[in-house]
């Protein structure tokens, strides 16, 4: 039977969350895969997954850091502006849920400093696993938010 815990021991449990949150974002903005690498949980025992917005489910861990070594080459600059984050956890697991604000550019064309600049957003869910070395992330998806055309639609299509 699971011990109740002391509020310190919960807070200090957010606390670490929501680093290992941030860093998970900080090291996707400073294209640093040993840092992201460090990000996901461990080993091939327990899968982690990430679904990149527009993209397939990726599984195991290789396969993800694959695509975040693709997304980083692809990508001169890259930025979040996370919004409505909220957490919950239980035990060893935490929740993540978040609005990421995005903002990216390709490689910049002949003679400009940067590509353009294309805004993005995002609704991403994070899990992380408590681990001795602190909290991983164990999945993250990512979903994109379909922007509003503004058009009104014809509510009688018959009219």
């Known amino acids: 039977m699971n011990e109740p815990r002391d509020d310190a ?3 200090a449990d957010i606390a670490a969350v929501e680093q290992a949150n ?3 974002y900080e090291a996707v903005e400073r294209g640093d895969l040993d840092a992201l690498t460090a990000a996901w949980l461990p080993g091939e025992d327990l899968t982690v997954s990430c679904v990149h917005p527009g993209w397939p489910v990726l599984s195991g861990r290789a396969e993800v850091l694959r695509s975040y070594a693709l997304i980083m080459a692809n990508t001169e600059y890259i930025q979040f502006f996370l919004t409505d984050v909220t957490l919950s ?7 993540v849920t978040c609005t990421e ?8 064309e002949e003679g400009a400093a940067l590509g353009p600049l294309v805004g993005q957003l995002v609704v991403a869910t994070n899990v992380f696993r ?5 909290w991983k992330l164990w999945s993250h998806h990512g979903s994109p938010v379909l922007a509003e055309t503004g058009e009104e639609e014809d509510e009688d299509p018959a009219s």
Do not use: E, K, Q, V
Not at 89 to 95: F, G, H, S
Not at 101 to 108: H, K, T, V, W
């Open 22 to 24: 941030t860093d998970y």
């Open 89 to 95: 956890m239980t035990d060893d697991t935490a929740l």
């Open 9 to 11: 021991a919960a807070a």
């Open 130 to 134: 408590r681990t001795p070395d602190g």
């Open 101 to 108: 604000n995005i903002l990216s550019g390709g490689p910049a």
